[in-house]
C-alpha cells in the first residue's frame, strides 16, 4: 500500500472507532503533535499512549469527527485536509484542518495537526 493509502485506512479506522486495526496502522515510537488548547493537546509518543488519547476524546467531547476532504502524497509526507466537528458540554465547533503524517516502512511515525 502506499502512503496515501495508508493515511486513508488510518481516517477510515478512526472513523470506525477501530482501535485494533488503527493500531496496527502506527509504529512502536509514533508521535502526536498537537495544539496545547486542545484536551489532550501537546506531544504525544508511542502507540499506546496516542490510542489512549484518542479514547480521552470522548470525555471532553460528547461528539467528534474528522472528515478528510483531500490526500496529497508528498512522498513520506502526507497532507490530509479536511473538517473538524467537535460538540461537548463546554460548546462546539468546526473547522478546517491540515493534518502532516510522516510514514516510514507503512507506518505512522509522526502526525501533526494544524
Not at 7 to 22: Q, T, V, W
Not at 50 to 62: P, Q, S, T, V, Y
Not at 84 to 96: D, V
Request: hydrophobic share 40%.
Amino acid at each position: 500500500m502506499s502512503n496515501t493509502d495508508n493515511a486513508k485506512a488510518i481516517y477510515d479506522a478512526f472513523g470506525a472507532g477501530d482501535m485494533e486495526r488503527l493500531g496496527s496502522l502506527f509504529a512502536d515510537d509514533a508521535q502526536w503533535v498537537a495544539s496545547d488548547e486542545l484536551p489532550g493537546g501537546g506531544t504525544i509518543t508511542g502507540r499506546d499512549a496516542i490510542l489512549e488519547n484518542f479514547g480521552d476524546l470522548a470525555a471532553a467531547w460528547k461528539e467528534f469527527s474528522v472528515e478528510p476532504i483531500e490526500f496529497i502524497d508528498g512522498g513520506k509526507w502526507v497532507t490530509v485536509r479536511g473538517t473538524q466537528k467537535a460538540t461537548g458540554n463546554a460548546g462546539s465547533f468546526e473547522c478546517p484542518y491540515a493534518h502532516l503524517l510522516e510514514f516510514a516502512d507503512g507506518k505512522l511515525v509522526r502526525a501533526e495537526f494544524y
